[in-house]
């Protein structure tokens, strides 16, 4: 569980276990909802309210972020890592011929980005403290500010100093992912590496948020164990987050594991529904927090959750070192179930009735 949790896991489980439809709509039926208003809203009894959260979620969503949808795409800058996580193609056991690109192959790649109309940038990088130093990132940074208007990492956790120069070299926001909030099976998928500190890991982003950072994006990797514990735990770190970072905003993403070249197999399936049912859950009960819809979804979900309560989308996303310009057929992270072009995703949000966001930032404001 979130470290700073101030209930045990049983305590958690049956505020879960003993929510009634009732309580349910109760916790709807509020102005402002807090942190058991949430436990409420992901239980098994909510179930049963899903056409009235689904209401509740797009009020929310209308009153925070209009009609509008942003988009981004992530740049894979590098595919070495030296992690085992168990759940990755990028783990250091998967023998590969590993990608970092160069400064040159970055540009590249960004220009082809530029060309597909993306605004906002996401560089995604595997944990290789050599090849993906935050001086060479700061580097890329201040390269790449001067085509983008809002770039946000995707790296290895920091201290807060390097944190503190990434945001100075033109990065505005960090997403993170905790993978699992239970410690034990942190530790279990996690053998080899760096990444084995659970405790550097959890507070990335309130380092992050110290340094500067904007946006806190967080989230954990569903599938690894029981949804609605994580999603408890994650909902505590954002409070914590919200409280310690005022002034940075928090982004909530909810990546479903899937298919890996590695075979790896989730212990605990989430399904649509329950996707569908946390996603509305958190709208509710963060309305002013970022939201994103992952590409690992398929287009139907995702476009009907950015109706509902996501906010954020990627478009035309490649996930593999080079592969909008520089190569082809490298090894990806993850699968993407949707591989619309960006005009596609667009048209997309268009039909739906609402309106595409390109520049999510402007740096004269
Ligand atoms: S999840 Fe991240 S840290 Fe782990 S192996 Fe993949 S790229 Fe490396």
Request: charged letters at 25%.
């Given at each position: 569980m979130f470290p700073e949790l101030r209930f045990s896991e049983s305590e958690i489980r049956r505020m879960i276990d003993s929510a009634t439809p009732e309580a349910v709509l109760n916790s709807l039926a509020k102005e402002k909802r807090n942190y058991f208003d949430l436990l409420n809203l992901i239980s098994p009894a909510a179930m049963e309210c899903l056409p009235q959260m689904r209401e509740v979620s797009r009020?929310?969503?209308?009153?925070?972020?209009?009609?509008?949808?942003?988009?981004?795409?992530?740049?894979?800058?590098?595919?070495?890592?030296?992690?085992?996580?168990?759940?990755?193609?990028?783990?250091?056991?998967?023998?590969y011929e590993r990608k970092s690109l160069t400064l040159d192959e970055i540009r590249q790649e960004a220009d082809a980005i530029l060309a597909m109309g993306i605004d906002s940038l996401l560089i995604v990088a595997g944990e290789d403290p050599v090849r993906m130093s935050v001086d060479y990132l700061c580097e890329v940074g201040r390269m790449l500010k001067?085509?983008?208007?809002?770039?946000?990492?995707?790296?290895?956790?920091?201290?807060?100093?390097?944190?503190?120069?990434?945001?100075?070299?033109?990065?505005?926001?960090?997403?993170?992912?905790?993978?699992t909030y239970n410690q034990e099976l942190y530790k279990e998928l996690h053998p080899v590496g760096p990444k084995r500190v659970y405790d550097f890991r959890?507070?990335?982003?309130?380092?992050?948020?110290?340094?500067?950072?904007?946006n806190l994006g967080m989230a954990f990797l569903l599938g690894l164990d029981e949804w609605r514990m994580e999603a408890a735990s994650l909902a505590a770190h954002a409070i914590y987050l919200q409280k310690h970072?005022?002034?940075?905003?928090?982004?909530?993403?909810?990546?479903?594991?899937?298919?890996?070249?590695?075979?790896?197999?989730?212990?605990?399936?989430?399904?649509?529904?329950?996707?569908?049912?946390?996603?509305?859950a958190f709208r509710i009960?963060?309305?002013?927090?970022?939201?994103?819809?992952?590409?690992?979804e398929n287009p139907?979900?995702?476009?009907?959750?950015?109706?509902?309560?996501?906010?954020?989308?990627?478009?035309?996303?490649?996930?593999?070192?080079?592969?909008?310009?520089?190569?082809?057929?490298?090894?990806?992270?993850f699968t993407l179930n949707d591989s619309r072009s960006v005009e596609e995703v667009e048209a997309a949000i268009r039909r739906n009735g609402q309106e595409v966001v390109r520049k999510y930032w402007d740096r004269a404001l």
């Open positions: 009020k929310c969503r209308l009153r925070y972020y209009g009609k509008t949808v942003t988009i981004y795409a992530p740049l894979y800058i590098s595919n070495s890592c030296v992690n085992g996580c168990k759940y990755c193609d990028f783990n250091i056991r998967h023998k001067e085509k983008f208007s809002y770039l946000s990492l995707e790296i290895a956790p920091q201290e807060e100093e390097g944190y503190r120069r990434l945001f100075e070299a033109g990065y505005e926001g960090l997403t993170l992912f905790q993978e959890v507070w990335s982003q309130l380092r992050a948020g110290r340094a500067g950072m904007r970072c005022f002034e940075s905003k928090v982004q909530f993403a909810f990546p479903r594991i899937t298919a890996t070249e590695g075979g790896f197999q989730p212990a605990h399936p989430v399904d649509d529904a329950d996707l569908e049912l946390m996603m509305l009960v963060f309305p002013e927090c970022g939201m994103t819809i992952s590409t690992r139907e979900f995702r476009d009907r959750m950015v109706q509902l309560c996501a906010d954020n989308m990627s478009a035309g996303s490649r996930v593999t070192p080079g592969g909008y310009a520089v190569l082809a057929d490298e090894v990806g992270q």
